[in-house]
Structure formats: C-alpha cells, structure tokens
C-alpha cells in the first residue's frame, strides 16, 4: 500500500512563508508528474503545482510567483516552498502523483492569519 505523508504546515501570519514535505513510501524516480494540492473549507479540492520528473513546473494562478514545487527522487520526497502566504491560502495541502493514483494522506494543515 502506497502512502504518502504530508507535513510541514503551521500557522502563520500573512506574508510569511511555509515549506511542506511530501515523503511518498515508494520510488517516485519513475512517477512522471508529482503535484501538490489544496481543500479549503466548503470548496472543492484544487490543483496549485506540479512538477515533472525532469523538473519541469506549472503553477495555478493563484499561486504563481509565490509558491515553488521542487522533488528529490533519492529521498522520495517532494516539496512545496510557500512564500508570501495570504489568507485564502489557508487550507488543507495534499500532495499526489498527476493524474491522482494514489490513495490520499492525511495532508497538512496550513492556516493563514491576516
């Protein structure tokens, strides 16, 4: 059973920063695209970054220029660096492979106050 265990989340104010983990219990050398995404109370489950086995990067717009996505397939881990947080960041972070095939963790809560 796959299992991926995501931490790193906090509270914090606006305008600080963030960096949430994503260990995966398996190789994600070979899993093409990894991505980070995001719940917040009453809405949908949204997409904010992913990242490709060749380090290749997209980001939603909401997040663009503030969040970087970065892997490192020796640890099997990948990583969320949030900066410049805002309060409708807040949410709970899940990260997964792209297209979603693994069984969700638990994620990490992130809260932003203004």
């Known amino acids: 059973q796959v299992q991926l265990v995501e931490s790193g989340g906090g509270l914090v104010q606006a305008g600080e920063s963030l960096r949430l983990s994503c260990a995966a219990s398996v190789s994600i050398f070979s899993i093409s695209r990894m991505g980070w995404s995001r719940q917040a109370p009453g809405k949908q489950r949204e997409l904010v970054a992913g990242?490709?086995?060749?380090?290749?990067?997209n980001y939603a717009d909401s997040v663009k220029g503030r969040f970087t996505i970065s892997r490192d397939n020796a640890k099997n881990t990948v990583y969320l660096q949030m900066n410049s947080l805002k309060p409708e960041d807040t949410a709970v972070y899940y990260c997964?492979?792209?297209?979603?095939?693994?069984?969700w963790g638990q994620g990490t809560q992130v809260t932003v106050s203004s």
């Open positions: 990242i490709t086995s060749g380090g290749n990067t």
């Open positions: 997964n492979s792209l297209p979603y095939a693994y069984p």
